[in-house]
């Protein structure tokens, strides 16, 4: 891992306020992204990102994308149950533009991934990776009956263990990678898990998957035997980051304590200044 990515820093970066002023300058790259938290402030949630989608010019070369339903907004997110998944959803929507390269680390049955490759559109690339050939299996085929083949970016599913993500992925190519932790939904046998410590391998690699200016969001689960164990481990690793580099924060439940936690990290831009990183 390089040696930036390596140092660590105990102090965690806060999201701001949302006030009229930074408001105003929520253009500034510094602010993209930081997040929201249930146990912090609502208004955290999502609200500081640069632009959406429909604001970003598509990556060079790229053709319009078949583009997902639109983000949603906290309230809609609370009253219609407070899914985190769509949560994570709601960030990808933000940062993904049409030509992307997109990476599903756990693919289970392909929803995430076709979200991925609606946002990416047929000049992008979505990598996905599971250990379970059901599931990869799974998620070709709803892609393929989802998606025509016009509208439908490159698709590249591995059988493998998503530590091998950098291995697989390259270096500093995707703008997203995503991970859904646990076990594969709807399968008979619930004792094929992810484990504390391939996943921690598997978001290391993530660190240098992912682009400058890109996010990676992590859904923990808690509520199954190791759940608990895997969430600290992930927790460990990126409260640690060097706020220099990453934006880390945290979003969960209080009043669901085996609800799903998602973690969401934002890799600041290399070219942002000095100033900005501290």
């Known amino acids: ?162 530590s091998r993500l950098q291995e697989l992925a390259g270096s500093g190519r995707a703008r997203v990678v995503a991970f859904n932790l646990g076990y594969l939904p709807g399968a008979a046998d619930k004792r094929v898990i992810t484990n504390t410590s391939t996943t921690v391998e598997a978001v290391e690699a993530a660190l240098e998957v992912v682009m400058p200016g890109g996010l990676i969001t992590i859904l923990c689960y808690v509520g199954h035997p190791g759940g608990m164990e895997e969430y600290e481990a992930v927790r460990a690793l990126t409260s640690d980051l060097s706020p220099s580099y990453w934006v880390s924060s945290e979003t969960r439940l209080l009043n669901r304590p085996t609800a799903p936690i998602l973690l969401l990290l934002w890799r600041r831009d290399d070219l942002l200044p000095a100033r900005i990183r501290k």
């Open 1 to 162: 891992m390089a040696s930036r990515l390596l140092g660590r820093a105990s102090a965690r970066l806060a999201a701001p306020e949302v006030t009229p002023t930074t408001r105003a300058a929520a253009s500034q790259p510094r602010q993209q992204l930081a997040g929201w938290s249930c146990h912090c402030s609502t208004r955290q949630f999502l609200g500081l990102r640069a632009a959406s989608v429909a604001a970003q010019s598509p990556a060079p070369g790229a053709a319009p994308a078949t583009s997902p339903d639109p983000p949603l907004g906290l309230v809609d997110l609370l009253s219609t149950g407070a899914r985190l998944t769509s949560a994570a959803q709601a960030a990808w929507a933000q940062v993904l533009r049409p030509g992307d390269t997109a990476v599903d680390a756990t693919v289970g049955n392909g929803h995430d991934t076709l979200f991925l490759a609606q946002a990416v559109g047929p000049t992008g690339h979505v990598i996905g990776t599971d250990i379970q050939e059901a599931a990869i299996s799974a998620t070709r085929e709803r892609l393929e009956s989802h998606l025509a083949a016009e509208v439908r970016p490159r698709l590249s599913l591995h059988t493998a263990c998503h």
